[in-house]
């Protein structure tokens, strides 16, 4: 069975400060599709990024980072030069491919609250 | 160009009854999934729709069931309420039936379910 674990619940940085976001996962397939959400308190989730497993390039996205490494199961995520906007839960997730060739449902981690102080 | 789009908002219920949740999906998106969130969890896959089927369903009893329209929009109906069924309900569209790769999940602002 997948899983995906956010071992921090509550990040709390000042703003400025660089923060990176842990995520690890699990699965038996070795196609499987990797993301990153953020949750405003609005509540709807807003799409970051998505790596499929044959692809472990790092990704830089303006202040967005994101670290992929297949050999430790892990998809961290880093804020550079915090903001007070970036201030929301954000959620890693996983997707397996089933046999058709699409893909599964997300299995979603239990999220990371960040917070950024001014 | 309109987003996903959920309705009503927020629901009260009581333990037993009989619910109906709403949701249209971004223009030009033809999937719907929907997920349950419950207060300070990540969401979870209740079930996919593709061409008014259900084409994939997570570890939901079937007490949850759902609906897509010609249109795409979609319904999901969950019947005999618990307690344990109050949670943020999220639908999401997508275009193309692998679409959780191809096409990434576009969500809407959910349904806050509460049963008492």
């Known amino acids: 069975a997948q899983k995906v674990t956010q071992a921090q619940t509550e990040i709390s940085v000042v703003e400025k400060e660089d923060v990176t976001l842990d995520c690890v996962y699990e699965?038996?397939?070795?196609?499987?599709?990797l993301f990153w959400y953020k949750q405003p308190p609005s509540g709807e989730l807003v799409f970051l990024i998505r790596r499929n497993s044959f692809d472990e390039q790092n990704e830089i996205s303006g202040r967005y980072s994101w670290n992929f490494q297949k050999s430790t199961s892990s998809f961290n995520f880093t804020i550079t030069a915090s903001q007070v906007v970036d201030s929301a839960v954000y959620f890693c997730?996983?997707?397996?491919?089933?046999?058709?060739?699409?893909?599964?449902?997300?299995?979603f981690g239990k999220g990371t609250h960040l917070i950024i102080q001014p | 160009d309109a987003g996903v789009t959920q309705s009503p908002t927020h629901l009260i219920k009581t333990r037993g009854q009989q619910v109906t949740l709403r949701c249209s999906p971004k223009?030009?998106?033809?999937?719907v999934s929907w997920y349950q969130q419950a207060l300070g969890q990540g969401p979870q896959f209740i079930f996919q729709?593709?061409?008014?089927?259900?084409?994939q369903r997570g570890n939901f009893p079937d007490r949850f069931s759902g609906h897509q329209f010609p249109n795409y929009s979609s319904e999901l109906n969950v019947n005999a309420l618990l307690l344990g069924d109050s949670a943020l309900y999220l639908c999401?569209?997508?275009?193309?039936?692998?679409?959780?790769?191809?096409?990434?999940?576009?969500f809407g602002n959910g349904t806050r379910l509460t049963v008492t």
């Open positions: 699965t038996r397939d070795t196609t499987y599709y």
């Open positions: 999401a569209s997508s275009l193309g039936v692998a679409s959780s790769y191809n096409s990434p999940l576009h």
């Open positions: 997730a996983l997707s397996e491919a089933y046999s058709g060739g699409g893909a599964d449902g997300l299995t």
């Open positions: 223009s030009g998106h033809d999937t």
């Open positions: 729709y593709y061409e008014e089927e259900e084409r």
